[in-house]
């Protein structure tokens, strides 16, 4: 896994979004995957921003959701779709057949998930996908024993997943379950980019570097691409 490791949040939010803008550049109409949370949320402000001074152009792009609380919708605070909606696709002019992202209520998650996965590989596959990485190691939802070769599905959240939501939520919520793209649509992705920032990343940054691939971390499934990026910022590499 190459790493690089860049001074600050602003900086890692710009190179972040700049890959982005690269593969925009270089295939106008790329299929591309960001994950909700609060990492990517300077990679939106600096894709906006390119977009508003003409760097980039996402008319031709197409956007396809990572994941989604199970039981939360657009309405509902700290949903993936309600953060990545209301920092990012909003502030672009995009139409509603450029997007694919997961309905957390929907009755039928089999079905959605058949859904999402359609879109995915009717666009030929993800071109550049942008990750954060959980404090117990998960990439999307793809929790700690994830198999490698799942595409999108249900799974159980974690209690780390579920006890770090309230940051999101601002107040506790029974979420268990989530949906999510799987490890095997994820490596599937021509381009891999994993963003870690601030101190509290610093300890799963450093075992995700140290470990084999093992699924207990996995993160550290993502070894298995041969391109994948991880980049973070000097606090979330203080354990390096
Ligand atoms: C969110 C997602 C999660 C987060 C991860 C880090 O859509 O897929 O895997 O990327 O939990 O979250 P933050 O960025 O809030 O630290």
Redesign the pocket.
């Known amino acids: 896994m190459n790493i690089e490791i860049v001074e600050d949040y602003p900086a890692l939010s710009a190179s972040v979004a700049q890959r982005v803008i690269d593969t925009l550049t270089r295939k106008p109409n790329a299929l591309i995957c960001i994950?909700?949370?609060?990492?990517?949320l300077g990679v939106f402000d600096a894709l906006v921003r390119a977009s508003e001074e003409g760097k980039v152009d996402f008319s031709h792009a197409t956007f396809v959701g990572?994941?989604e609380w199970l039981g939360l919708g657009k309405a509902d605070k700290g949903s993936?779709r309600e953060?990545?909606w209301g920092h990012f696709f909003s502030r672009l002019t995009l139409r509603d057949e450029q997007i694919c992202f997961f309905d957390g209520l929907t009755t039928d998650p089999a079905q959605e998930c058949r859904r999402v996965d359609r879109f995915i590989s009717e666009h030929g596959g993800i071109d550049t996908i942008v990750?954060?990485?959980?404090?117990n190691g998960?990439?999307?939802?793809n929790e700690p024993g994830a198999a490698i070769d799942t595409e999108c599905h249900v799974v159980d959240l974690d209690e780390v997943?579920q006890s770090?939501s309230v940051?999101?939520f601002g107040q506790a919520r029974d979420v268990k379950q989530g949906i999510?793209l799987g490890m095997k649509t994820i490596l599937a992705a021509k381009s891999v980019i994993v963003m870690a920032?601030g101190e509290k990343?610093a300890a799963i940054v450093a075992r995700t570097l140290r470990s084999d691939i093992d699924a207990s971390i996995p993160a550290t499934l993502l070894k298995n691409h041969p391109q994948v990026q991880m980049l973070v910022d000097k606090p979330a590499a203080t354990l390096l």
């Open positions: 994950a909700g949370g609060d990492t990517p990572l994941d993936c953060m990545v990750l954060g990485i959980g404090m998960h990439i999307g939802f997943t770090v940051k999101y999510s920032s990343k």
